[in-house]
């Protein structure tokens, strides 16, 4: 008969120099338990599956690792010594930590606990964030989310600081977002739209040419914002210069301003949550590229199941609301 191969799973016990150093193999542990609930070797293999000999050879190896006997025969059975006593009560402290630990396990890899941190930026989290969190919500109850906003610290900064686990980035074709040891995913397109004053002359026109607005005094955000790099851009392949009239430090502010009639602007379009009324609101010809918008994480972080089951839920709700 083939004798089972039974997995040596140790836990060691280092005691002071004096004292005896032991490697509890938790095979032997799990069939000393039974040998003592049972009363029999021959119970014991039956009930763990395996032969009686390999029950025999562990035991004898148990007694040999411990120095003392476990067991002791008699003509009812087998019974446990003192030692084996000791041993099965440790035993059995391990097996219920054990299954707790398993427990606990089960519930992270199935998304029944656990937490995860994502850094979002302003416009996203005005716009398509409360969609992801109520759905998150609804399927992961019991994951606890936290929100940080990039605006106090670029999400890059977040990510090498271990304050998130997963971040919101975004760029433009011609600026590219690139940080070492940063990692990004494709989330989704967000396209770029004119916004004019109510009343002005393209305010009807189906789609209006960057080369009819050569004339316009330009409402820009400030601190090279990469929105103001995209205007000039975009002005320079029609053939003119921009006229920046005004810089505008948020995109309310930037609504205002046209509102108003200080000039017109670009901005994406998630960056129109909420709209204005007073604005109009055009589209622009494909040459115009949207804002690329991905998810970043710390290259060589390992993704929990939260963290992979929040960008599942993001993906999610992009493809069906955006």
Not at 170 to 181: M, N
Not at 242 to 256: K, N, S, T
Request: charged share 25%; aromatic share 6%.
């Amino acid at each position: 008969m083939v004798e089972p191969v039974l997995k040596e799973n140790f836990i060691r016990c280092r005691r002071s120099p004096s004292l005896l150093a032991v490697e509890f193999d938790l095979t032997r542990l799990r069939i000393l338990e039974a040998i003592g609930r049972l009363g029999s070797m021959t119970a014991a293999a039956e009930e763990l599956n395996y032969s009686p000999s390999a029950v025999s050879q562990q035991m004898k190896r148990l007694a040999s690792d411990v120095r003392t006997p476990v067991l002791y025969r008699h003509p009812k059975g087998v019974s446990l010594t003192e030692a084996g006593t000791a041993i099965v009560g440790a035993a059995r402290n391990v097996q219920t930590l054990l299954r707790g630990l398993d427990k606990e396990l089960d519930d992270l890899v199935n998304v029944r606990r656990g937490s995860v941190s994502i850094g979002v930026f302003p416009t996203f989290a005005a716009s398509v964030l409360p969609e992801v969190l109520l759905e998150f919500r609804r399927r992961y109850p019991d994951i606890d989310l936290v929100v940080r906003s990039t605006r106090s610290a670029p999400a890059t900064e977040l990510l090498g600081s271990r304050d998130v686990d997963l971040a919101l980035v975004w760029d433009y074709p011609h600026r590219p977002v690139e940080a070492p040891g940063i990692v990004t995913q494709p989330l989704m397109l967000d396209t770029t739209v004119l916004v004019l004053p109510v009343g002005h002359p393209l305010a009807d026109a189906p789609e209006v040419r960057f080369e009819a607005l050569h004339a316009e005094s330009w409402i820009v955000r400030a601190e090279n914002h990469l929105s103001r790099d995209l205007v000039e851009r975009m002005a320079r392949t029609a053939g003119f210069t921009p006229r920046i009239g005004v810089e505008a430090y948020d995109y309310p502010e930037l609504q205002a301003l046209v509102a108003a009639g200080f000039g017109v602007s670009i901005c994406p379009l998630l960056a129109l949550r909420p709209r204005r009324d007073d604005i109009v609101v055009k589209a622009l010809p494909d040459s115009v590229p949207p804002r690329r918008i991905f998810t970043a994480t710390l290259e060589g972080r390992p993704c929990s199941p939260a963290h992979r089951a929040l960008h599942e839920v993001m993906k999610d709700v992009v493809a069906l609301t955006h």
